[in-house]
């Protein structure tokens, strides 16, 4: 019984190895896509008043679900771009492929290099593996459940922060433009720049996980992003290198909530007391 046991896991791990490389291997050739791009004029549409898309988001979507599908025909698959045409984007307990092929779109629209793809799989409806890939600075940051994470095949682990005041901050102020919607993002900004180091914003909810995980950023959080493929990647790579992730309200990450918050294990209850006065 024990030996069966060993066996499965054994086999378990050598598949969760194989689904790490397929994506891999998918976010590299979107990569390619997007490094063409980046430097070429773009062809931009609107999805919102400033949320963008362009023809490169749904090439690489295209070239990453072929990819995919071709090798595990039986897995589900959400991306953004079918989601925003009306593609089913439903979570299963089924091995479950969630894919934004280019985040961070204004940024690359802009001729700023921080931009990604993220290719995240769930298993369960929990994220299993993980892989963000920036192809413009070259950085491939990958996670496997119970394996680690890595920046171009080196470990990495979040920082050893304990202070929030001594805190490097990532948040965006996301795609709405209401009144309401402004009023309480720059209200929470002004507030939070009493309580930590400095602030950033990426542009790229996906990279700024990465950050955490890499130790460059100390604490995260985001309300109101697309979705699911925002954070399916990069929810694996955090806690592979030892960070947390979770709602901001402190309650446990839901992968379908719009709702992240990340840091090292030292600052989450610090960062959960300040975001409880202003969320």
């Not at 008043?49 to 959400?78: G, M, N, P, R």
């Not at 720049?193 to 959080?221: E, H, P, Q, W």
Request: contains cysteine.
């Amino acid at each position: 019984m024990v030996f069966y046991l060993f066996l499965v896991l054994i086999t378990n791990t050598d598949s969760l190895s194989e689904f790490l490389a397929s994506a891999v291997d998918a976010a590299c050739k979107a990569g390619e896509i997007i490094r063409k791009g980046f430097y070429q004029t773009k062809n931009v549409q609107h999805k919102g008043l400033v949320d963008l898309v362009t023809e490169t988001d749904q090439a690489c979507e295209d070239l990453i679900f072929t990819h995919l599908k071709q090798l595990y025909s039986t897995h589900k698959f959400i991306g953004e771009e079918t989601t925003a045409a009306g593609g089913n984007a439903e979570l299963t307990d089924e091995p479950t492929w969630i894919v934004d092929p280019l985040d961070g779109t204004t940024n690359f629209v802009h001729g700023f290099p921080f931009v990604c793809v993220s290719i995240g799989l769930t298993i369960g409806k929990v994220p299993t593996v993980g892989v963000v890939y920036n192809p413009i600075i070259n950085e491939l940051f990958t996670g496997i459940r119970g394996k680690g994470a890595f920046l171009n095949g080196n470990p990495i682990k979040v920082s050893s922060q304990t202070e929030l005041m001594s805190a490097l901050l990532v948040t965006e102020v996301g795609t709405k433009r209401d009144k309401l919607t402004i009023d309480a993002c720059t209200n929470r900004i002004n507030s939070l720049l009493f309580k930590v180091r400095s602030l950033r914003m990426t542009g790229s909810c996906a990279l700024n996980l990465c950050g955490i995980a890499c130790g460059r950023l100390d604490v995260c959080f985001e309300l109101g992003f697309g979705g699911p493929w925002d954070v399916a990647g990069g929810a694996v790579i955090v806690r592979e290198a030892g960070g947390v992730i979770f709602d901001p309200s402190g309650a446990d990450f839901d992968i379908t909530s719009q709702r992240v918050a990340a840091s090292n294990p030292f600052l989450k209850d610090a960062l959960v007391d300040v975001l409880h006065q202003i969320v």
